[in-house]
């Protein structure tokens, strides 16, 4: 993981400065902002009528990345907070379950680039996360034990576009 200003080393490239305007140009950073969220949303409307308990959810999930041990993670997490602007954005611009997928490419390709590979492995999982404890939230039955078929497909399908798939 990288290390924070205070406690180790700096990855090269960082000068001080956010994470976000050190490392990404504001199009990728908005695209790494934003990808949490959109994704939450697509999970939680793709197959259930009241996706309030799946946003939820994905909140949940979206807030658990603030402890993570990734500098990249927590600073998105707190772009999601305090930018109104990320989070109207986000929701508001949610259209198919395919074009979600093909910003999580992208972003593997922004990440694969620019990051470092811990961090942008702890950014796909905790994406990925937020998705599986939505999923889990929109089963009718959460506590019946066994993983319902269109959401082991759909996130087997992120992970893919995540990378994290072979």
Do not use: K
């Amino acid at each position: 993981m990288s290390h924070s200003a205070a406690g180790g080393p700096e990855r090269p490239g960082r000068r001080g400065t956010s994470l976000g305007t050190a490392l990404y140009s504001a199009a990728e950073w908005r695209l790494l902002a934003r990808l949490p969220g959109r994704v939450m949303v697509v999970s939680a409307t793709r197959r259930v009528a009241e996706p309030v308990a799946p946003g939820l959810a994905g909140l949940e999930g979206i807030a658990a990345g603030r402890a993570s041990d990734s500098d990249l993670v927590r600073a998105v997490v707190a772009a999601v907070y305090a930018e109104a602007e990320v989070a109207s954005e986000t929701y508001a611009q949610v259209n198919t379950v395919d074009e979600v997928f093909a910003e999580c490419a992208r972003a593997v390709e922004v990440l694969t680039g620019r990051a470092d590979p811990a961090d942008s492995a702890a950014y796909r999982q905790w994406v990925q996360s937020v998705a599986a404890r939505v999923c889990r939230a929109a089963r009718p039955e959460p506590d019946d034990g066994g993983a319902d078929p269109d959401d082991q497909r759909f996130l087997a399908q992120l992970g893919a576009a995540l990378g994290l798939c072979p």
